[in-house]
């Protein structure tokens, strides 16, 4: 027998026999034989690979080099990994309540209800049970957005960007659309509108300056080639000083005069006055078409509190050519975002009870002295988990409505800092190493690192007792 013949690579079990093990036999029961054998492959691999670089493998046997718990183990480790979902529940405690890489809206019971229904079977998503005929998915919200908009019709599609995007290509494709030049927004992921109106087919035509736009700079634009004039809410900044903006109600006598559509992009679109609940005012759908805009577009995930929506609402004849072209096909929503936004719209049927009922405006308006409180209650769990990483206090903080919404209004609200100990130049670094330790809980904590600090916001936390479950009996190193 020669050296190589002896090494423990060679007294590694072949997959065959691995996979007659009892308890990988259990395993393959409870997760079916493809992913099994594919993590035995890669455990008995990894084992090879190991030992070929001059390593060792705990729980060894001397006679056999590794023992079959330790495969075992391995096993059910990367089957487990393999078939654990990559979208997770996480708590959002960063400050932002309405986070766009975290989900935006959280839905309420009833949305989640009706979704669940909806998917669980058929359902009459284009059936119309009174005549027995093909309906249309836009009747189920249809009245709804119209009553409580007062607009004339309305359509929903996948996103309000795609909105943006069927509107202007439906009624402005080779043609002109005047727009301020302040207004020439960019969201999230270098989304620019000017390229929206681009891959719409139609031409910007920027009107007045970034910080200040006249009506007779509308006047002035309007030609034979104008097909329509846009104002876009700059919902994610601000400009401020020596600034000059024209009223949607003058832009819509323009508008009217030359027989020209006037469309409004709200972004977040919130359908009630946020101010009766102690929040900044938005402008609402309900008040830019009383001002005289002719088609308004929002979303439907951020202040309106339901899923991933663009809504369009306005005047019928212009929501019935829009209907009609067949890009709409291609964005349409299916039908568990249609029954989740048909419930959250029901919601507001009742506005006495909306800030209760609606997880987004109960989050935006809960009071500091609340979350300050809740903060006393969990700072002592964190700060036994967090222990090795330094000292946990509860402190105010500011959080913001976020994905656009009101960017210069903050909300007062309390949280957790964790401060590392150590020395200063390896802050960054231990940092880096809390945010990781809060990620790696069985359900991952996301917060902030600022000012030297790791921040965890409480404003979005509504199950105390899970989130003090998570550090029972465990600390972070």
């Not at 078939?83 to 996480?90: C, D, E, I, W």
């Not at 919200?141 to 202007?168: D, F, H, P, Q």
């Not at 992921?189 to 200040?212: Q, S, W, Y």
């Not at 036994?384 to 903050?410: F, K």
Request: with cysteine; proline share 5%; net charge neutral.
């Amino acid at each position: 027998m020669t050296v190589a013949d002896s090494a423990p690579r060679f007294r590694l079990p072949s997959v065959d026999r691995v996979l007659n093990w009892p308890l990988i036999e259990a395993l393959i029961t409870a997760h079916g034989r493809t992913a099994v054998v594919e993590g035995v492959r890669a455990e008995l691999a990894a084992q090879r690979e190991r030992y070929d670089n001059g390593g060792t493998a705990s729980n060894a046997h001397a006679s056999s080099g590794i023992s079959d718990e330790t495969i075992v183990e391995g096993v059910a480790h990367r089957v487990a990994t393999f078939l654990s979902p990559s979208l997770r529940k996480v708590y959002n405690l960063t400050g932002t309540v309405l986070h766009t890489n975290l989900g935006r809206a959280p839905l309420p019971p009833e949305a989640i209800e009706a979704m669940v229904a909806a998917a669980s079977g058929a359902s009459n998503l284009e059936y119309d049970l009174g005549t027995g005929a093909r309906g249309d998915r836009d009747d189920h919200i249809e009245s709804w957005l119209c009553r409580l908009t007062g607009a004339e019709a309305a359509t929903v599609v996948n996103n309000n960007a795609a909105a943006v995007l069927l509107l202007l290509n439906t009624l402005a494709l080779r043609k002109e659309v005047i727009v301020s030049r302040g207004e020439l927004v960019e969201i999230g992921g270098a989304f620019r509108l000017p390229d929206i109106m681009t891959r719409a087919g139609c031409k910007l035509h920027e009107v007045g300056t970034t910080n200040r736009t006249h009506l007779r700079d509308y006047v002035e634009a309007v030609s034979n080639k104008t097909a329509l004039l846009m104002k876009a809410h700059t919902s994610n900044y601000r400009i401020e000083g020596f600034t000059a903006a024209v009223d949607e109600a003058l832009i819509a006598g323009v508008a009217t005069a030359k027989a020209l559509p006037f469309v409004v992009d709200l972004g977040s679109g919130t359908l009630v006055d946020m101010t009766r609940f102690g929040l900044p005012h938005e402008p609402t759908p309900a008040e830019t078409l009383t001002k005289g805009a002719h088609l308004v577009t929002f979303s439907g995930d951020k202040l309106l509190g339901g899923p991933q929506a663009g809504i369009i609402v306005g005047r019928a004849d212009l929501i019935a050519r829009i209907k009609k072209n067949p890009m709409k096909r291609a964005m349409r929503c299916d039908k568990m975002t249609i029954a989740a936004l048909e419930a959250v719209l029901r919601l507001y049927a009742d506005p006495d009870r909306l800030v209760q009922r609606l997880p987004t405006l109960r989050l935006l308006a809960r009071p500091a002295h609340d979350i300050e409180a809740l903060a006393r209650r969990v700072q002592p769990a964190v700060a036994r988990w967090a222990s090795a990483y330094g000292d946990v206090e509860v402190v105010p903080l500011d959080s913001q409505i976020g994905s656009g919404s009101l960017p210069m209004n903050l909300l007062p609200s309390f949280g957790l800092r964790i401060k590392p100990s150590g020395e200063r130049r390896r802050a960054g670094r231990l940092l880096e190493e809390i945010a990781s330790g809060f990620r790696s809980l069985p359900v991952p904590v996301i917060g902030r690192i600022a000012n030297g600090a790791f921040l965890l916001d409480l404003r979005c936390l509504e199950t105390e007792l899970d989130f003090m479950a998570l550090f029972d009996g465990a600390s972070a190193t």
